[in-house]
T-cell receptor, first 114, second 116 residues
Framework: GENVEQHPSTLSVQEGDSAVIKCTYS??????FPWYKQELGKRPQLIID?????GEKKDQRIAVTLNKTAKHFSLHITETQPEDSAVYFC?????????????FGKGTKLSVIP | GAVVSQHPSWVICKSGTSVKIECRSL??????MFWYRQFPKQSLMLMAT?????????EQGVEKDKFLINHASLTLSTLTVTSAHPEDSSFYIC????????????FGPGTRLTVL
């Protein structure tokens, strides 16, 4: 089955700096890679996703890059703000696998220091 | 759009009782719903995949007789924790998939279960 590794497990940055979280996946058939943000006690919220036919996607301060050959994808947050502090999860899915199940990374706790 | 609700948001019950958690897709029909369990400071652990009108598929190590899942309609799935014990205390989250070939899942707000 799919295995998703996520690094780092914790990340502290100064407000205004950039943050980068990296994930690798094992199943070359995976073609969908979402990123979720989860605040303490709240639901995971989809913040950006990318499909395997695209190498990069950007939405304001958030971008995701995908390297299919190396089987890794990364989340980039620029101009970080205190409200970006949360746990971020990456995930991977392949078509038809268990009704499109997502395999999650272990999460990265991002702290943005004012 | 793509709003998922979950009820109750928290529940406290005595050991040995059963608890039912509802997951609803409010503004779309969900072909597939998923149930996750999340321990503090850990990732989401998939418990089961639920397709409307068919039996749920449970992940390895998840007892199907203990965690009963019913997906009676395209907008409602329920998880019943039977004969709950303190070790079942956890944060249970459902998600719903829009259907077709899309993999996007939208999550409910979660249910905090505490078994005394």
């Amino acid at each position: 089955g799919e295995n998703v590794e996520q690094h780092p497990s914790t990340l502290s940055v100064q407000e205004g700096d950039s943050a980068v979280i990296k994930c690798t996946y094992s199943d070359s058939a995976s073609n969908y890679f979402p990123w979720y943000k989860q605040e303490l006690g709240k639901r995971p919220q989809l913040i950006i996703d990318i499909r395997s036919n695209v190498g990069e996607k950007k939405d304001q301060r958030i971008a995701v890059t995908l390297n299919k050959t190396a089987k890794h994808f990364s989340l980039h947050i620029t101009e970080t703000q205190p409200e970006d502090s949360a746990v971020y999860f990456c995930a991977a899915s392949r078509p038809g696998a268990g009704s499109y199940q997502l395999t999650f990374g272990k999460g990265t706790k991002l702290s943005v220091i004012p | 759009g793509a709003v998922v609700s979950q009820h109750p948001s928290w529940v406290i019950c005595k050991s040995g009782t059963s608890v039912k958690i509802e997951c609803r897709s409010l503004d779309f029909q969900a072909t597939t719903m998923f149930w996750y369990r999340q321990f503090p400071k850990q990732s989401l652990m998939l418990m089961a995949t639920s397709n409307e009108g068919s039996k749920a598929t449970y992940e390895q190590g998840v007892e199907k007789d203990k965690f009963l899942i019913n997906h009676a309609s395209l907008t409602l799935s329920t998880l019943t924790v039977t004969s709950a014990h303190p070790e079942d205390s956890s944060f249970y989250i459902c998600s719903a998939r829009l259907g077709g070939s899309t993999s996007t899942q939208y999550f409910g707000p979660g249910t905090r279960l505490t078994v005394l």
